[in-house]
Each structure stands twice: as structure tokens, then as C-alpha cells.
């Protein structure tokens, strides 16, 4: 009976567009801060990795914090609240007259995002039935992915037509559709049994998740010299537009992650997570080969197939392994591992390219990718998949 439990209610398609508007503004400034920096601020390159490395430090700094009140204050509470100072810092880049402005409208940017971002992902968590985790938080994913492709290519669109006041007001108005969205929730909360413990470090991590953060770190710490360094490769390999590997890689994603959350719910993790990352490996494989677009656009393919695969399993492994009342804390904790990898990775990798290549740093990663594999297999396969009672 529980296979047949309803996914797509209410509820849930509120908070996948929750998480639709939320992405798609943070997403706005990808690709156009930097140019605010140069261009009306007269900042440099250094500056630039400042403002964007800020926001990234903050948000981890934040994430087991926001995990701990999601789980000891409620769920809903806590994002508006934090939707609300994520509405206002946007609408506050109109006010960036200087770098030192901007810096500190970026580390509460990075704040905000910390808390909202896990927020809604605990929420969707709470949301999706227990017997389609797997499936719903594929189907929850997708709206990042989608807000990932429209986000940049939107505010671009913006930016070229009218100017950064436009952009960040818009920006403001896109993020203000999601905290609408959250208000429009069913209020609930999942934490009411939760037993009175000592505030300490597991108050705020969770222990039992430590090995798959192990390997969500791992995995995107590979994702670190895509984000990074695709677009300089995509110049070595005379590829006109370096924008086409994410879109084709969002494409990829968009039809994988589904698929792969049903074949987790039905038959467990080890199958999807062997094909996961043999196909991760193999896309980094293929970068290093590749000698133009053909095989660039194969890597991005291959990709999307791995990281489609291997993200959600993980989200919902980790939420199957602790009780309703701990989820907020197992969000907070992998996704302080995903962006500790994403930042570490660019750093680790930017020195690797700057000493080998471009190419052999993706051969590199493809042979990085063998250390979460190991650690999966050797402490989290042969552990029980299903919703802990």
C-alpha cells in the first residue's frame, strides 16, 4: 500500500517550486556578480574570488547551525524567516556602492542560503512518502537543475536589455515567489518527540551520516574543477560556447534523477550507485580524451548520468538512516560536505591544472572518483536502505 502513496500532492509541488524560485535567484548572480565587480566597481580578479569565496565560507559555516533549529525550532518557521532576510539581501544589491558593501551584503547572502537551501530540502524530506524517497527527492532535485540552466541565461537576457538594478530587483521578486510558496504549506512539524538531549556536536551533525558525507565530499570535490575550470577548457578545445556542456548536463539530469530515485526505492542502492560511478569516472575519462566538441558534449552527458545518480541516492539514504527529528542535522551535514568538495576542489584542482593541464586534471579526477566509491561499498552498501522506525 505505501508504494501506491500519493507523491505529487499539494504540498510537495510547493516546495519543488520553492526550491525552483529560491535557485533560480541565487543563480541570477552566478554569472553576473563578477561582471558588477569589474565593470561598476572596478574591482579586480582577486576581488572577484572574494566575493563569490564568501558566500560559499558563510554558508557552510551556517549549515549544522540551521540544521540543529530546523530540527529543535520547526521546519517552516525557520525558512520563512530565513526566506525573508534571502528576499531582502537581494533586493540590497541596489545598495552595493562599494566592495566592502558588497562583501557584506555576499556573507549575509551566504547566510540566508544556508538556511534556506537546507531548510526547503528538510521540508521536501518531511514531504515525500517514506516508500518514494528515493523517487521524490530525484523529482525535488530537478528544480535546482532547472533553475541552474534558466538562472544565468535569464539574468544575462536581463542585464543585456536593461541594467544591475533591474537584475537584482528581479532577482528579489523571483526569490519572494518562493517564500510565498513556503507560506502556502500545510504548517507541520515532525520534531514533537523529539527526546531532550545535552547541546553538543552531535546537536548539530549528525554521526550516523558521516560516511556518506565522506563520499557527497569526495564526489563533488570532481564537480569542483567542472564549475571551475570547464569554461577555460572548453577555450583549449576551441569549443565556441562552454555554456553547452551544463546545458546538455542539466538535460541529462533532468531525465536520470527520476529513473534513478525509482530504482533505489524498489531494489535498494548498490546496482544505481555501481552504474553511478563508473559513469562519473568515466565522464572525467573522456574529458581528458576529448579533442573538440564531440566528445565534450559526451562528457557532459555521461555526467549528468553519474551526478543524476549519485546525489539523490545519497540525499535519501541519509534521510532513511535517522528518525523525522533528526533530518534537519543530516541536511546540514551533507550539505556541508557538498560545498566543503565543491570549494576544496577548486582549490586542490586549481593547483593540479596550473602544474599538469587542464586534461590531466580530469584524468586525475577520474581516478579520485575510486575513493567514495571504496568508501561506499566498504561501509554504507551492506547498510539498510529503508526508513528507520
Same mark, same amino acid.
Given at each position: 500500500?505505501?508504494?501506491?502513496?500519493?507523491?505529487?500532492?499539494?504540498?510537495?509541488?510547493?516546495?519543488?517550486?520553492?526550491?525552483?524560485?529560491?535557485?533560480?535567484?541565487?543563480?541570477?548572480?552566478?554569472?553576473?556578480?563578477?561582471?558588477?565587480?569589474?565593470?561598476?566597481?572596478?574591482?579586480?580578479?582577486?576581488?572577484?574570488?572574494?566575493?563569490?569565496?564568501?558566500?560559499?565560507?558563510?554558508?557552510?559555516?551556517?549549515?549544522?547551525?540551521?540544521?540543529?533549529?530546523?530540527?529543535?525550532?520547526?521546519?517552516?518557521?525557520?525558512?520563512?524567516?530565513?526566506?525573508?532576510?534571502?528576499?531582502?539581501?537581494?533586493?540590497?544589491?541596489?545598495?552595493?556602492?562599494?566592495?566592502?558593501?558588497?562583501?557584506?551584503?555576499?556573507? /549575509?547572502? %551566504?547566510?540566508?542560503?544556508? $538556511?534556506?537551501?537546507?531548510? +526547503? =530540502?528538510? @521540508?521536501?524530506?518531511?514531504?515525500? #512518502?517514506?516508500?518514494?524517497?528515493?523517487?521524490?527527492?530525484?523529482?525535488?532535485?530537478?528544480?535546482?537543475?532547472?533553475?541552474?540552466?534558466?538562472?544565468?541565461?535569464?539574468?544575462?537576457?536581463?542585464?543585456?536589455?536593461?541594467?544591475?538594478?533591474?537584475?537584482?530587483?528581479?532577482?528579489?521578486?523571483?526569490?519572494?515567489?518562493?517564500?510565498?510558496?513556503?507560506?502556502?504549506?500545510?504548517?507541520?512539524?515532525?520534531?514533537?518527540?523529539?527526546?531532550?538531549?545535552?547541546?553538543?556536536?552531535?546537536?548539530?551533525?549528525?554521526?550516523?551520516?558521516?560516511?556518506?558525507?565522506?563520499?557527497?565530499?569526495?564526489?563533488?570535490?570532481?564537480?569542483?574543477?567542472?564549475?571551475?575550470?570547464?569554461?577555460?577548457?572548453?577555450?583549449?578545445?576551441?569549443?565556441?560556447?562552454?555554456?553547452?556542456?551544463?546545458? /546538455?548536463? %542539466?538535460?541529462?539530469?533532468? $531525465?536520470?534523477?527520476?529513473? +534513478? =530515485?525509482? @530504482?533505489?526505492?524498489?531494489?535498494? #542502492?548498490?546496482?544505481?550507485?555501481?552504474?553511478?560511478?563508473?559513469?562519473?569516472?568515466?565522464?572525467?575519462?573522456?574529458?581528458?580524451?576529448?579533442?573538440?566538441?564531440?566528445?565534450?558534449?559526451?562528457?557532459?552527458?555521461?555526467?549528468?548520468?553519474?551526478?543524476?545518480?549519485?546525489?539523490?541516492?545519497?540525499?535519501?539514504?541519509?534521510?532513511?538512516?535517522?528518525?523525522?527529528?533528526?533530518?534537519?542535522?543530516?541536511?546540514?551535514?551533507?550539505?556541508?560536505?557538498?560545498?566543503?568538495?565543491?570549494?576544496?576542489?577548486?582549490?586542490?584542482?586549481?593547483?593540479?591544472?596550473?602544474?599538469?593541464?587542464?586534461?590531466?586534471?580530469?584524468?586525475?579526477?577520474?581516478?579520485?572518483?575510486?575513493?567514495?566509491?571504496?568508501?561506499?561499498?566498504?561501509?554504507?552498501?551492506?547498510?539498510?536502505?529503508?526508513?528507520?522506525?
Amino acid at each position: 500500500m505505501n508504494e501506491r502513496q500519493s507523491l505529487w500532492t499539494k504540498d510537495f509541488i510547493l516546495i519543488c517550486l520553492t526550491s525552483l524560485f529560491m535557485f533560480t535567484s541565487f543563480y541570477f548572480l552566478i554569472s553576473t556578480l563578477p561582471m558588477y565587480v569589474t565593470g561598476v566597481l572596478k574591482g579586480s580578479e582577486r576581488n572577484v574570488g572574494y566575493i563569490v569565496g564568501i558566500l560559499t565560507i558563510t554558508a557552510v559555516l551556517v549549515r549544522p547551525i540551521s540544521g540543529y533549529m530546523l530540527d529543535t525550532m520547526g521546519r517552516k518557521g525557520v525558512v520563512v524567516l530565513a526566506l525573508v532576510a534571502f528576499v531582502a539581501v537581494t533586493f540590497a544589491y541596489n545598495l552595493a556602492t562599494s566592495m566592502l558593501i558588497l562583501f557584506l551584503l555576499r556573507a /549575509v547572502h %551566504g547566510f540566508a542560503w544556508g $538556511f534556506t537551501s537546507t531548510g +526547503a =530540502g528538510t @521540508i521536501a524530506s518531511d514531504i515525500v #512518502p517514506a516508500a518514494r524517497r528515493g523517487e521524490g527527492m530525484g523529482y525535488y532535485g530537478l528544480a535546482g537543475t532547472f533553475a541552474m540552466a534558466v538562472g544565468p541565461v535569464l539574468s544575462l537576457y536581463i542585464l543585456d536589455r536593461y541594467d544591475f538594478n533591474t537584475l537584482f530587483t528581479t532577482g528579489a521578486f523571483i526569490s519572494s515567489l518562493a517564500l510565498l510558496c513556503v507560506l502556502g504549506i500545510k504548517s507541520f512539524e515532525s520534531n514533537m518527540d523529539k527526546p531532550k538531549t545535552k547541546i553538543g556536536l552531535n546537536s548539530f551533525l549528525e554521526p550516523r551520516v558521516y560516511s556518506l558525507s565522506v563520499v557527497i565530499f569526495f564526489v563533488n570535490l570532481t564537480y569542483g574543477g567542472i564549475v571551475s575550470f570547464i569554461t577555460l577548457y572548453a577555450m583549449e578545445l576551441n569549443v565556441a560556447n562552454a555554456g553547452i556542456f551544463f546545458m /546538455v548536463y %542539466g538535460v541529462s539530469l533532468l $531525465f536520470v534523477r527520476p529513473y +534513478a =530515485g525509482k @530504482i533505489f526505492d524498489k531494489r535498494g #542502492p548498490n546496482q544505481i550507485m555501481s552504474i553511478g560511478f563508473v559513469a562519473l569516472s568515466t565522464s572525467f575519462f573522456v574529458l581528458f580524451m576529448a579533442k573538440g566538441y564531440l566528445m565534450f558534449v559526451i562528457s557532459a552527458i555521461i555526467l549528468g548520468i553519474g551526478f543524476g545518480i549519485i546525489q539523490p541516492t545519497l540525499q535519501a539514504m541519509a534521510i532513511n538512516r535517522v528518525e523525522p527529528f533528526r533530518r534537519g542535522a543530516v541536511n546540514g551535514t551533507i550539505f556541508t560536505a557538498l560545498d566543503l568538495g565543491i570549494g576544496i576542489g577548486s582549490i586542490l584542482l586549481g593547483f593540479v591544472s596550473n602544474t599538469l593541464g587542464l586534461s590531466y586534471m580530469y584524468l586525475i579526477c577520474a581516478f579520485i572518483v575510486i575513493i567514495p566509491m571504496v568508501v561506499f561499498f566498504w561501509k554504507d552498501a551492506k547498510m539498510p536502505s529503508k526508513q528507520i522506525s
